[in-house]
């Protein structure tokens, strides 16, 4: 039996106050500190995981963590104007699709769970570099925001092709859709 939290579950909660943190923090250097705390909470909590087993909670925590502390952070910044309101809806699109996703599955009481896919995390290092270049105030944050717009939108694709066969339950009841994604 999985238990219900774990250290690498410890590590990803860090990345929750982290994001409450940021909205009051003004200086680009702590700024800067604050994703590159994020960014190796993020990657430590997956390896302590794959080490150390999953939890019941981590499944759960990790996207609501990275969620929380990417929205903060980019909010807080796109305040500074480097960005259109445009290009910082891009940047979060996926994230704003997949809770949407969730809380739809909650309410319709049919939740599914989707294990990472490369298009999200790429979605996830991309969010986390057009937030340095903005907070560097690097002449390359508008086109990093488009580009994590465009892998934004495959991800959101992606996701939803495997929500969409995991929802399709084969007729000799052998499994949903090649083991990609199932429900809950």
Same mark, same amino acid.
């Given at each position: 039996m999985k238990p219900w939290v774990t250290w690498a579950d410890l590590l990803t909660a860090l990345r929750v106050p982290l994001g409450i943190a940021f909205p009051f923090v003004h200086? #680009? @250097?702590?700024?800067?500190? *604050?994703? =590159?705390?994020? %960014?190796?909470s993020d990657f430590f909590d997956g390896m302590l995981a794959r080490r150390?087993? #999953?939890? +019941?909670a981590g499944a759960? *925590?990790? #996207?609501?963590a990275d969620k929380?502390?990417? %929205? @903060? %952070?980019? *909010? &807080?910044?796109? =305040?500074?104007g480097a960005l259109h309101p445009v290009e910082v809806l891009g940047v979060l699109a996926r994230d704003i699709v997949a809770v949407l996703g969730a809380l739809g599955g909650w309410l319709l009481r049919r939740p599914l769970a989707l294990p990472a896919r490369a298009g999200g995390k790429a979605v996830t290092? *991309?969010?986390l570099l057009t937030l340095v270049a903005v907070? %560097?105030?690097?002449?390359?944050a508008r086109r990093l925001a488009w580009a994590t717009a465009a892998v934004g939108l495959y991800a959101i694709w992606d996701? =939803? +092709? @495997?929500a &969409?066969? =995991?929802?399709r339950a084969p007729s000799d009841g052998a499994g949903a859709g090649g083991g990609e994604a199932g429900p809950a």
């Open positions: 200086r #680009p @250097a702590w700024q800067l500190g *604050l994703v =590159g705390a994020a %960014a190796a150390l087993g #999953p939890s +019941r759960m *925590l990790d #996207p609501v929380v502390f990417v %929205a @903060a %952070a980019l *909010l &807080t910044v796109a =305040g500074r290092v *991309l969010q907070i %560097a105030d690097s002449a390359y996701y =939803g +092709r @495997a &969409t066969r =995991g929802r």
